[in-house]
């Protein structure tokens, strides 16, 4: 099966990297440092751990661990490697030169067995579920251990990856352990073909969330610019045919609340010029960019890595990719912030973290610009709603932190 997959991937390999140069029409970084998707890379390393994150999302929630491990293993070079170029970005961002990044290879024998001459990781740690069965072969052939941390697997995933389950089953089965979000995740894997013995329950590191010590600050001063006697509200990680719905719902809101502002983040930087005219077409739009005087009841997040601003910034938190069928995002930030929390109804990436929400009453589901707006009027409404929903959230995370000590051992023990 795997070399099957090996051959259709090799014929997949040309339009692999036309997508790329598309990408890079409006992201020039895609096409930037190509080589290193067929394990090229400027520099070699003697010995590192390595982790994996894929993009932008897995990174900031990896990075309070990967600032762990460096500070546990302090003479050991860390590499950290991604998919994406916002990946890329929040690495140096967050990381700086604390770690070496380098972008991970394409699934391909040769490839792999490049890049893993070239870095000599001691162990591999992978987030969430970025699995490839070339990368965990040629891992276990060379005797590197594979972890894979806060990973998730969703029922969708889960009936997915059945229907490959002859190249699934050995690739779960060759990862040394696997360090699951909870039980349900933890069944599926097993369900799927990994050795019971392998899989545990840590809970989710992004539970564990360390905010920026000087977050407060720029939040207040974020807040002043955006009008303090507002009603604020953040729809954060959009995605198409989300933003239409939002943008209805502000406007039935503000012809309630003349003063209320919508901070409007699309999740992927190509489509901030797209989301951005589509606002100009009902209000007067500011962006964030711009860096001028806010004007108007739309304020568009066009910059990378400021979300948790926005969030902390804001009264209440619409989290995006959950009012189409994609999941849902990370609802644990604005929780973490103290924020009413709003989601559509897909989330099932981030199943038992809603389950727990939602049985805290801590989780507002809207389906449709009514019960948007609907809620959002309430909210606006009613600052001790708000204190209740955001105090629930907060007690959620606080309950559930603990689970970043657990997958530091985790990878204390494969060293």
């Not at 099932?348 to 727990?356: Q, V």
Request: with cysteine.
């Amino acid at each position: 099966m795997r070399i099957i997959y090996t051959i259709l991937l090799f014929f997949a390999l040309p339009f692999i990297f036309l997508r790329l140069l598309w990408k890079s029409r409006r992201q020039p970084a895609y096409r930037e440092r190509m080589a290193e998707r067929m394990g090229y890379y400027p520099f070699k390393l003697e010995e590192c751990i390595w982790v994996h994150a894929v993009s932008m999302g897995e990174v900031i929630a990896a990075t309070p661990l990967i600032k762990k491990i460096k500070a546990q293993y302090p003479d050991m070079t860390l590499l950290v490697t991604t998919m994406t170029p916002t990946g890329a970005a929040q690495v140096q961002k967050a990381l700086g030169d604390i770690v070496k990044h380098a972008y991970i290879p394409y699934d391909f024998p040769a490839y792999i067995n490049r890049f893993l001459k070239t870095m000599r990781p001691r162990v591999a740690v992978i987030m969430e579920t970025e699995l490839w069965p070339n990368m965990i072969a040629t891992c276990k052939a060379k005797k590197i251990p594979v972890c894979l941390l806060n990973a998730r697997l969703s029922e969708k995933s889960a009936n997915n990856y059945q229907r490959i389950v002859g190249i699934v089953k050995p690739m779960l089965q060759s990862i040394t352990t696997i360090a699951a979000h909870g039980e349900k995740d933890a069944e599926r894997f097993v369900a799927l073909g990994a050795n019971k013995e392998n899989v545990m329950v840590t809970g989710s590191i992004k539970f564990d969330l360390e905010l920026p010590v000087d977050l407060s600050q720029k939040a207040a001063q974020l807040r002043t610019l955006l009008g303090d006697d507002r009603f604020i509200w953040v729809a954060g990680s959009t995605h198409e045919g989300e933003e239409e719905i939002i943008l209805a719902a502000h406007k039935k809101l503000c012809e309630a609340h003349l003063s209320a502002l919508l901070i409007l983040v699309p999740r992927h930087p190509n489509r901030f010029d797209t989301v951005a005219r589509l606002s100009e077409k009902s209000f007067v739009t500011s962006r964030r960019s711009q860096q001028g005087e806010v004007r108007g009841e739309v304020y568009v997040g066009d910059t990378m890595g400021e979300m948790l601003l926005f969030y902390s910034a804001s009264d209440a938190a619409f989290v995006g990719g959950s009012l189409i069928v994609r999941g849902g995002h990370n609802i644990l930030e604005p929780a973490a912030l103290q924020k009413p929390v709003l989601s559509g109804p897909s989330l099932y990436n981030f199943t038992e973290i809603s389950d727990m929400l939602n049985d805290a009453q801590a989780l507002v589901i809207v389906n449709d610009v009514d019960t948007l707006a609907a809620q959002l009027l309430q909210l606006a409404q009613n600052q001790n709603y708000r204190k209740q929903l955001g105090d629930r959230a907060l007690h959620v995370v606080n309950a559930n932190r603990g689970a970043m000590m657990k997958q530091l051992n985790v990878v204390a023990r494969l060293m």
